[in-house]
């Protein structure tokens, strides 16, 4: 069972990561319905994994999805810019997850804390051109898209673009 509850959304929770959810990310990341669209490329032990969560920048905001008390995926706030009052969005929802609306009720919380609790004024996300599903996510939360970065990302074998959405605290 993940650690306490730090935000509530309609239909999750998000929690703080801890030890407990290691061997999740772990098998979460190295998913390979997963792994393509992080930019990750090399399977991570459960060693590696617990180091990065240890290590994970203090000043970014690495929350569990949880839905019906069971962890389905991980959300987060990172690359904090406070002088600009930035912030970079990232998730992750469990293949076997996903279509039940946890990556857009996640999404919809966290910026809700971003803009109302750190008082930022913009949030950013990157998705892969093949990536349809985690850009209606952004969508449906109000993120717009700024601009393309052509063939950015080498996916599996191909060249692709990486999409830049944007929201800003007025437009939430």
């Not at 990310?25 to 393509?36: A, E, K, M, S, T």
């Not at 569990?64 to 991980?74: L, N, P, S």
């Amino acid at each position: 069972m993940p650690g306490p509850v730090f935000l509530r959304g309609e239909d999750v929770t998000l929690h703080p990561q801890g030890e407990d959810d290691v061997q999740f990310l772990q098998r979460l990341i190295n998913h390979p319905d997963v792994w393509p669209s992080l930019a990750s490329v090399e399977p991570l032990t459960e060693a590696e994994e617990r180091e990065w969560i240890e290590d994970t920048d203090k000043d970014s905001v690495d929350l569990i999805v949880c839905a019906d008390g069971e962890r389905v995926g991980t959300i987060g706030l990172n690359r904090f810019n406070e002088t600009w009052g930035l912030a970079e969005l990232g998730y992750m929802i469990d293949p076997e997850a996903q279509g039940n609306g946890y990556a857009t009720d996640a999404t919809r919380r966290l910026v809700q804390y971003g803009f109302e609790d750190r008082r930022l004024h913009k949030i950013m996300a990157n998705v892969y051109e093949n990536n349809p599903a985690s850009q209606r996510v952004l969508e449906k939360v109000g993120f717009q898209q700024e601009g393309v970065l052509r063939e950015q990302a080498y996916v599996r074998g191909e060249r692709i673009d990486v999409i830049r959405y944007g929201l800003l605290a007025e437009e939430f």
